[in-house]
């Protein structure tokens, strides 16, 4: 018995020093290749975190989180997460329906109507968790009304509740019946988060806390609830845009708005390195019982944006497999979180600029995917 012991004892470490040599052999790779993308860059700077099939997660970083400050990025640089904040939300919703305290099919009409202004909200009678997840709803989008984008800049402190933020499409016209279509919406999530909240009798961002933060690991995700955050990177939009044009942060360190407006549509401060922590958690059943993935991967058309929608995850079917992930933006970030599925490794990208006229490594970054799995094929 002892022999057998020993003999699996050297096995284990033969296997784990295997996985570390190719790890260490996909680093070199990733660097040489980041390299080459990044000298045709005109991009203010990169971060990028690869967590690998043995669950090792290394991150690597280009150019500068601050152009006029000269500092640059690194592995604990934060910038704002954008939508990809949707992807912890629904962590918490799928821990909830496993509790049975959400159901996924049922109204939430019964729940949400002790809001008087909930019959407001288009379609209010027909909403369920399933199609706010997957964005059926029909809901339009509140951060495109008009008056909201002005209204935005008018008072930069302006802390919002989340009913102001839907008071933007109050009466409006749905876009098409629940379940008929897709569209996506961050109203959708305001909506599930305001629900979360209810049910809960917590804040979303405590439960995000408890739920998703403490159970994962991740220690440098916060809130987007303020106008100043410890080690962010400077976002750089476009001169050119007509609704928040230039730099994220002032010389004071300073958003131009307050930016907890996001709330539940994104509303986070994040690292690629927790992020691409977290996808590979989720995505392999370690965020809630592995029996809710089947619904969780149960997807509809994702129209123009291609492949198909689950239960807040982009699934796409690509020659090297399944890719499951999410996308985020807000002005001067743009990030992308992926998941490939029959490889088990994620990555996860944030580039500091919104500007169309530098992000053309963007176009180049997917290639980093097909380098790692040339590796592992081996």
């Given at each position: ?52 099939p ?20 690194s ?55 399933r ?7 029909g ?6 009304s ?45 909506i599930?988060?305001?629900?979360i ?50 730099l994220?942060?002032?010389?004071n360190?300073?958003s ?13 401060v ?21 029996s ?72 180049q970054?997917p290639?980093?995917?097909?380098v ?7």
């Open positions: 018995m002892k022999k057998i012991l020993l003999i699996l004892s050297v096995l284990f470490t033969i296997s784990i020093t295997a996985q570390e040599s190719k790890n260490d052999e996909l680093s070199g790779i990733i660097n040489e290749k980041l390299d080459a993308i990044w000298e045709e860059s005109n991009a203010p700077g990169i971060s990028i975190s690869v967590v690998f043995n669950g090792e997660a290394k991150t690597f970083t280009r150019g500068y989180a601050n152009v006029e400050k000269k500092i640059k990025m592995a604990k640089t934060k910038m704002l997460g954008g939508s990809t904040g949707k992807v912890f939300y629904s962590v918490v919703a799928l821990q909830l329906i496993e509790e049975g305290k959400l159901k996924l099919d049922e109204p939430i009409y019964n729940v949400m109507s002790e809001y008087s202004w909930f019959d407001k909200i288009p379609n209010a009678n027909q909403l369920t968790v199609s706010l997840m997957r964005h059926e709803t809901i339009p989008r509140y951060v495109f008009e008056k909201f984008q002005t209204d935005v800049l008018k008072d930069v402190d302006k802390v919002w509740k989340p009913e102001e933020l839907l008071s933007y499409v109050f009466d409006a016209k749905p876009e098409f019946e629940v379940g008929k279509n897709f569209a996506y919406s961050d109203t959708n999530y305001i599930l988060c305001m629900l909240e209810k049910v809960t009798g917590n804040y979303i961002y405590e439960e995000v806390q408890k739920r998703v933060l403490d159970k994962a690991g991740l220690k440098n995700v916060v809130p987007q609830t303020s106008r100043t955050y410890n080690n962010i990177a400077q976002g750089y939009n476009a001169d050119s845009d007509p609704f928040y044009p230039g994220q942060f002032n010389k360190g300073k131009n708005y307050n930016l907890q407006f996001e709330w539940a549509g994104g509303g986070l994040i690292t690629t390195h927790d992020l691409a922590i977290l996808g590979k958690k989720i995505y392999e059943g370690k965020m809630f019982n592995a809710l993935l089947k619904e969780y991967f149960k997807g509809v058309s994702a129209g123009n944006m291609g492949g198909t929608w689950g239960l807040g995850v982009h699934i796409r079917d690509t020659p090297n497999g399944k890719i499951y992930g999410h996308r985020g933006f807000m002005p001067g970030y743009v990030t992308n979180m992926m998941y490939y599925a029959k490889y088990k490794f994620a990555v996860c990208y944030q580039i500091n600029t919104s500007d169309r006229t530098k992000m053309s490594i963007m176009r970054l290639t980093l995917g097909s790692i799995i040339e590796v592992i094929d081996k």
